[in-house]
């Protein structure tokens, strides 16, 4: 069973930046494509941006040109760096690999 810890988020003002980790720990092994998942008050759990094993990646369309998922495959992490934050992107943020879910972390954008 693998765990994943989500860490970085905060309360940013728009306009800001954050990154985002989510560290994997537990019975790894093979690399697994890692999604970057938020989910907003009263709104359904929405994909940001996913990283597959062979490097591509994939983004929602409210995040491209802004957001940009990376990953270190030999310190089993995963990072979401978030630039031009907007209020609209306060969320909880999860992510979600190896048939694993975060507990998430809170990214909060004041206007």
């Known amino acids: 069973q693998v765990q994943l810890v989500e860490s970085g988020g905060g309360l940013v003002q728009a306009g800001g930046s954050l990154r985002l980790s989510c560290a994997a720990s537990g019975s790894i092994f093979r690399i697994s494509a890692v999604g970057w998942y938020r989910q907003a008050p009263g709104k359904q759990r929405e994909l940001v941006a996913a990283?597959?094993?062979?490097?591509?990646?994939n983004y929602g369309d409210s995040v491209k040109g802004r957001f940009t998922i990376s990953r270190d495959n030999a310190k089993n992490t995963v990072y979401l760096q978030m630039t031009s934050l907007k209020p609209e992107d306060t969320a909880v943020y999860y992510c979600n690999g190896w048939n694993s879910w975060g507990q998430g972390t809170q990214v909060t954008v004041s206007s």
């Open positions: 990283i597959f094993s062979g490097g591509s990646t």
